[in-house]
């Protein structure tokens, strides 16, 4: 994954694409920067972190940027998510989300709010870059709400 950023970056340069090299240099600057903090290589897994991340940080500022009635930041964020969203995996359905959580809550028979935290740590290997983790999160909590 890391291979492929960097491949694309030359090949943006090549092609003069200045939206896809400036986006894609702030991925390996963030690459670099948590290879720094790790102590050790990135994973694909970590490279995909990273590339959620981003997306997360873009979709924040186009909200505040629809606060300020600023159309061109918000057309030129959504191009860069554009382009980030290339490089995740496929994005899994709301029906296989629902699935995955609900055999954590079969799996882990939860009593009480408390343990939102087990069901967290049970569904986020398989769901993490797959899906908006906040999204589960609050779908976690509406049916422990339910449930109680």
């Not at 290589?41 to 590339?51: C, K, R, S």
């Not at 980030?84 to 629902?98: C, R, T």
């Not at 569904?123 to 909590?141: A, F």
Request: charged residues 40%; without cysteine; proline residues 2%.
């Amino acid at each position: 994954m890391k291979e492929r950023v960097l491949k694309d970056i030359v090949t943006a340069m090549k092609e003069k694409d200045k939206e896809r090299l400036t986006v894609l240099r702030m991925v390996k600057g963030a690459m670099q920067l948590e290879e720094i903090n790790q102590k050790k290589e990135l994973t694909d897994e970590d490279v995909i972190g990273i590339f959620a991340k981003q997306i997360k940080t873009r979709k924040e500022s186009i909200t505040e940027f629809e606060k300020g009635n600023r159309q061109d930041l918000i057309d030129q964020t959504n191009a860069e998510i554009k382009i980030l969203e290339e490089y995740m995996p496929e994005q899994l359905s709301e029906a296989e989300v629902d699935q995955i959580i609900d055999a954590a809550f079969l799996e882990i028979s939860p009593e009480s709010m408390k343990d939102m935290g087990r069901i967290m740590k049970e569904v986020t290997p398989k769901l993490k870059g797959k899906t908006d983790m906040s999204t589960v999160s609050t779908k976690i909590r509406n049916k422990l709400s339910e449930m109680l």
